[in-house]
């Protein structure tokens, strides 16, 4: 097979989207398929890889780090010269005319849904009202152009529900030997101050302020805490202001996943409480390293921890630093090999063998494949 990835929002500080899509890319070439990926860029190039070949599109510049292609015919032109037998798209807004570019050419087409946008929506809008209805509109849409939707947690699928989107659950993966509980020194036994991490964008959208206002809540009870913040993002500036006094500690942006492995190892908690995440890597990646996980008891990120490896609590920092402190008097060497046993059991190959059947079912077909019922969710 021949099998073109598409992406927006792809640049040198993402997150948990690049990730997924060359863990992917990489394992379809490994599988003896090629693989082509369209990204936006400064400019128009195109690069042979030991993962495919990468086509850059020259695409306008959203924010300091980011790109949007707001031509999708650019990006179809691509296609036109490329040939693919089967597209994969991680975007729902100006690439979605991928589809109708595959029907009208017997190209099997999947949208891979990284995002929540009701959810997501809402939380930037500090509102739901109107959000859903444009959002169904567009799902709807979504799910008539694009053969197969893949979603990676049953939260991620409520989105499309009612749509008749054929929706497939593909749960991501992790690199199980960068990230390990001996990537990097963990003190033993109890510590004065326990280490909290928060690894991730410092945008909104992610709610790394819930984290933050946890800690806040969590100094004010005298809990002896420190939370080390690692990324960078718009909301920097804001959330220094919302720390005050409190120990929480920006560390800018960590470069390299061997690093990124090594700050989860040494921290004693991991921070992932953002309602709205439908997925979670930065949680696999932190349980692997043998650290427990906080979350939010909503969105896909709850659905990865389990009570012998994290605690969760309503968004709001109250309830957060409660499920905080009941994990705290928890710490201890069972908890982190609960941790690591738990993040075992995802891999990032199955994620690509999973990917590689879809593909093969919509290759060159251009057509829904003769799945019975609206959710055939695919099993292992």
Known sequence: MRIAQLANFVGPVSGGMRVAIDHLGAGYVAAGHERILVI????????????????????????????????????????????????????????????????????????????????????????????????????????????????????????????????????????????HPDAGPHHAGPAEVTQICYVGRMSHEKSPQLGVAAAVELHRRGVPIQLNMYGTGPDVEAMRAQAGDAPVVFHGFVRGRDEVARRFAANDVSFSVCPAETFGLAVLEALACGTPVVTSDRGGAHELVTLDCGESGAPDAESLADATERLIARLGPEIRAAARKRAELYTWQASVDRMLRIHTEVAGSGRSPSWTGTTPWMTS
């Open 40 to 179: 936006p860029g400064e400019k128009d190039s195109t690069e042979e890889t030991d993962n495919g070949v990468v086509v850059r599109v020259r695409a306008p510049r959203l924010s300091r780090d980011y790109r949007m292609i707001a031509k999708p015919w650019r990006a179809l032109d691509v296609l036109d010269r490329f040939r693919p037998t089967s597209i994969e798209v991680s975007d729902k807004w100006t690439l979605s005319p991928a589809a109708r570019w595959g029907r009208r050419r017997g190209v099997g087409s999947v949208l891979f849904s990284h995002e929540r946008l009701d959810d997501m929506l809402g939380m930037w809008l500090r509102r739901q009202f109107g959000v859903e209805t444009v959002v169904g509109a567009l799902n709807r849409r979504l799910a008539r152009e694009f053969d197969v939707v893949v979603v990676t947690s049953d939260y991620a699928a409520g989105e499309f529900a009612n749509t008749g989107a054929r929706l497939r659950k593909v749960p991501l993966g992790v690199d199980l030997e960068t990230f």
